[in-house]
């Protein structure tokens, strides 16, 4: 593992040439900007409910996008000989996979960090008084894990499929998933991803904070899970 | 299957179907998954619990190059140096050394899909020579050279480095050749042609 830091500059290096960088912490800012196009009325909820459940929406949408980038990523990195490259060079496969993860997912902390800021600035627009932050602050940070979910998920498809299959069906199976949890009928979301309903409705549960903290913490264990299994795969296949 | 191939062979692989001779190529690389069989050469043995000694002593070129096409050759040396283990003085030593040797000099510093395929089997096959591997193995090499081109840049030096092929016509790797290995109904006969080197 240490040509991990290695492995994750090089994989930040061609996501930034070829401009997906730019997609991976862009989505979820513009994520963090729906609200400022959606007006409060269509919403039943007040202004950091509804600031909350519009940033949950967008970033249902951007999630599930970067978990079909990431998909399409390694599937590509795969039958061009790259990952081959490394693994040639003494780099273990899980090592490839983990720093391609790191490579998505530390510029998808920062877009969600910027997502969410601008978010609370919106519903601060909207409400004369100051609301209590920290149920918002710790859904969307929950919701960090989310994206790693979805971000695992593509790697798994990426390596079990062509580049373009596992770009739709990674888009299908989290677009399902993280919609339905925010906007379908399961007001406590669908596991392993429950925390979006937790953001997409705040002013609904009792203790948000925990559920969100308990959200996350579900959510990270269905990352690792899918990590793992992804990481077994790649232990068996042919680069 | 079984294979032993002793230090210091040069060893020509050929198959029918040709794709048998790649497959074992890339499984004594680390890149396919061997079903069955005992892989030993040079003195190593390829297992599947050792895969990262056996990585550091052997070197791969497949018929893709591997590497970024935003890349230059140097920075794709310098990752392979890194990746290698070596510091940066080693590094920039040996990168010297290989680029020479693989004529990189003049296109060092431009992105490999400025010079084409060539550049990029050029340098995918410099940088496997950088880390000085004790077994080179060799899928399809250099396919977009000239094939005189070819194999004087395929006759790489060092006396006790073994080296496996595949891919290339045995007329233009015969002066360096030293033993076929064919595969044939999945089965592989090692045959001695040649002791000189």
């Known amino acids: 593992m240490d040509r991990l830091p ?44 509804g600031a909350g459940h519009w940033l949950a929406v967008g970033l249902a949408v951007a999630f599930s996008v970067i978990g079909a980038m990431a998909a399409a990523t390694i599937a590509a990195e795969r039958r061009r000989g790259t990952m081959g ?19 998505f997912g530390l510029p998808l902390a920062g877009g969600l960090g910027v997502g969410a800021t601008a978010t609370w600035f919106g519903a601060l627009e909207r409400t004369p008084t100051i609301p209590d932050a920290l149920p918002f602050t710790v859904a969307s ?27 739709a069906l990674t888009l299908t199976v989290c677009a399902a998933f993280l919609g339905l949890s925010v906007m379908g009928p399961f007001p406590d979301g669908l596991p392993p991803v429950a925390v979006m309903a937790v953001l997409g409705d705040l002013e609904r549960g009792t203790t948000p904070v925990a559920q969100a903290v308990r959200g996350a913490g579900i959510a990270l264990a269905a990352s690792a899970a899918l990590l793992l299994l992804a990481s077994a795969v790649t232990e068996r296949l042919d680069l | ?24 190529l890339r499984i004594l690389a680390g890149l396919a998954r061997p079903g069955a069989g005992t892989f030993r050469v040079a003195g190593l043995a390829r297992a599947d619990d050792s895969a990262q ?35 940066l003085e080693e590094r920039r030593r040996r990168a010297a050394v290989v680029a020479e040797q693989f004529e990189l000099p003049e296109r060092l510093d431009a992105p490999v899909r400025r010079g084409g395929p060539a550049l990029a089997q050029l340098t995918a096959l410099a940088c496997t020579m950088l880390a000085d591997p004790e077994v080179v193995i060799l899928d399809r090499p ?47 006969v090692l045959a001695g042609t040649r002791t000189d080197g």
Do not use: C, H, N
């Open chain 1, 85 to 103: 490259w490394l693994v040639v060079r003494a780099v273990p496969r899980s090592g490839v996979l983990i720093g391609w993860f790191a490579a």
């Open chain 2, 53 to 87: 000694g056996w990585a550091r002593r052997v070197g791969y070129v497949g018929p893709q190059a591997g590497i970024y096409p935003w890349m230059s050759p140097a920075e794709a040396l310098d990752l392979a140096g890194k990746l290698a283990g070596l510091d």
């Open chain 2, 142 to 188: 250099l396919l977009a050279l000239e094939p005189e081109e070819r194999a004087r840049l395929l006759a790489l030096p060092g006396a006790r480095r073994t080296v496996l092929l595949t891919g290339i016509a045995p007329a233009v790797v015969s002066p360096f050749i030293t033993q076929l290995f064919t595969i044939r109904m999945g089965r592989g």
């Open chain 2, 1 to 24: 299957m079984d294979l032993s191939i002793d230090v210091g062979a040069r060893v020509l692989v050929l198959a029918k179907p040709a794709a048998s001779a790649s497959l074992l």
């Open chain 1, 6 to 49: 290695t492995v994750t500059r090089l994989a930040l290096r061609e996501l930034w040439i070829t401009y997906r960088l730019v997609l991976i912490v862009g989505l979820p800012v513009l994520a963090g900007l729906l609200l400022q196009a959606v007006p409060l009325e269509a919403t039943e909820l007040g202004p950091v409910g």
């Open chain 1, 141 to 167: 940070a929950a919701m960090l894990a989310v994206g790693l979910a979805s971000i695992a998920t593509g790697l798994l498809f990426g390596l079990l499929l062509r580049p373009l299959p596992a770009f």
